[in-house]
């Protein structure tokens, strides 16, 4: 753009408007200046104008001279109150400074709009006024003006719509604006909160603080405060976020990874913690500690019998007993599956814990309400006390443990304290369970068959199948061993069926070769009967061997049956209806016997061998045992007596009407092979016998 250059002294010119200035400095001011100022007569004619006026509005000085400076400023033709005014102060001959600044649009040189300011002065130069237009281009200010309201409306928004409480607090912490979600959280309106003590950060710019929600509970806000200023005044600008439901949150998290999520009490992880600071009080003390380690017992038979949900009330319900039996101050706690821990402090002698021990017997001994059905689960309990068992938590676990498999070993409801030989029993036991795992795998189970007879005339009428271990490692394990791990780690399932498999399977080759089979019995354990599947798995195995349900014997002991008697008896009357015969094993060991006889479809009884031991010697076991076999026949069934090893006991067995004998005296169990004689005997006897009666 071209410098503003001097014009040629006109004829008007000479004598005034340059005579009166030093027109090198007039030059320099004119193009060095921002604004664009412009030099007009008193018909608003353009005379003069700088560069900066060709730069705001795109004309070159050759263009624009003695152009209506209207031109310049939009609408056109539109006459600006500073001119009217000019021409007043002309017509009147007052020079005076007009002193006033508009905002108009200016007209570029493409058309586009400009937002300027003008501010119009008038002065006198050789007798002649002229205007002088000061000219600023505001574009910038007006963006910034815009944006500035922009800022402004989005933060009022951002305040007013803010889901967290936004406060300002003076510099004594009173509040001076509080936004909706702030009247919200304090559940106050803006009226009451302007001017009411809030509190000073006091140089702590994050913290939490208790705030009263709109419904009235109590609850938690997180609070950061930033130094800024109100309305000239130094001042804190305070977020407040409700993190109610977040800590609520939280604690229920605390509380679930500290707790057992079935029964509310405390699990494996915080049980351990309250161990270690009882351990810490019983040193200082010099108090005694008892842990009390529980397992339920036949708690898999319910669980697989009734279903998942009445294991898991029972859980709860036991858990909630346990508790009341003991102190507020003693801990209980479930570690996981149907295993409970108790720890006891204070002890101060061996009565105290003797005063625990019945207390809880007493309390875990009463049946637990499930599903409409009084369950009795029972408890075994093992102990361990600090500090003669153990000194640290870990080891005094361990050895209760160890006391609760001794208890469990030992029977149902058993309560044991823990010794030393019971680690020794304990890797015994672990290492029995891991070879008794691979024995049906590696073919070191087998069954043998002893004969049960006919007491009137010793003919063989039936068998029983009994399960054998025979271990490359432990040689020849009795039954009495091996058994209760299979009931209590839950292999007897498999193994059960693979026996009833193995009878059907040895009756069906009886049958190709031409014998006679007589039946044959099978123990079932509580687990098997309480699993709803069992009686169809034993139909299935039947037909896959086509043999008839009345070769097949299966033989309970009343125990199995009240460990769970709704389904038991579900699966007895099934069974039943397939056909096989039904034996109450181990008759008399137990305290429901009559009222089982009476309501179950058993077919025949069997007296323990306890029973029979003696009946040759004491008088109260040969009168109990006549008695059994008389209630038997009463209620209309057979009588089969065990343990039978001598002459005089088969002979008192016959005086008594006893059906049907068992025992060493009668037979040794074999294996499959020799069960061929016993037949052929069996039949040959049969064959006699039937001869005479026709004779």
Known sequence: MKRMSPRPKSKSDHGGFGDAL???????????AQDAIVLIDRQGRILRWNQAAERIFGHSSDEIMGRDVHCLLAPP?????ALVAMQRFESTGEGAALGRTLELKGVHRDGGPIPVELSLSSVKVAGRWFGLAVIRDITESHRLKHALERTERNFSSVVELNRAGILVLDRYGSICFANDAAQILLDRHVDELIGEQFGMPAGQLRAEVAVRRKDGSRGTAEMSATETEWEGQPAYLVMLHDVTELKDAEATARFLSLHDMLTGLPNRRLFHERLERALERARRDGEGVALLF??????KAINDGLGHDAGDEILRAFGQRLSRCLRASDTVARLGGDEFC????????????????AKLQDCLSKPFRVCDTDLFVGSSI????????????????????????????????????????MEKEDVAALRLEQLLHVA????????????????SDRTMTGMEALLRWKSPDLGDVPPERFIPVLENNGGIKQVGLWVVEQVCAQLATWQDAGLKPVPVAVNVSAVQLVDRRFPDLVQRILLRFAIQPDLLTMELTETAVIDDEDAGTVALERLSRLGVWLHMDDFGTGWSSLGLLRKLPFDAIKIDRSFVADIANSHADALLVAGIVSMAHSLNKRVI??????????ALLKDYHCDYAQGWLLGHPVGASQTVRMLLRAAHSADRLDRRTAE
């Open 641 to 650: 007596a065990e343990g039978v090893e001598t002459e005089t006991h088969l």
């Open 342 to 357: 108790a720890l006891v402090e204070g002890l101060k002698s061996p009565g105290d814990l003797e005063a625990v021990a």
């Open 294 to 299: 529980m397992d339920l017992n036949r708690f």
């Open 77 to 81: 033709g539109t006459r600006t109150d």
């Open 440 to 455: 049906l795998e590696r073919g070191e189970l087998h069954l043998v068959y002893q004969p049960i007879v006919r007491v």
């Open 382 to 421: 093992g102990v361990a006390l600090y500090p003669s068992d153990a000194t640290d938590a870990d080891t005094l676990l361990r050895r209760a443990d160890s006391a609760m498999y001794a208890a469990k070993r030992s029977g149902s409801d058993h309560f044991r304290l823990f010794a030393a030989s």
């Open 22 to 32: 030093d027109h090198a400095v007039f030059e320099e001011l004119l193009a060095s």
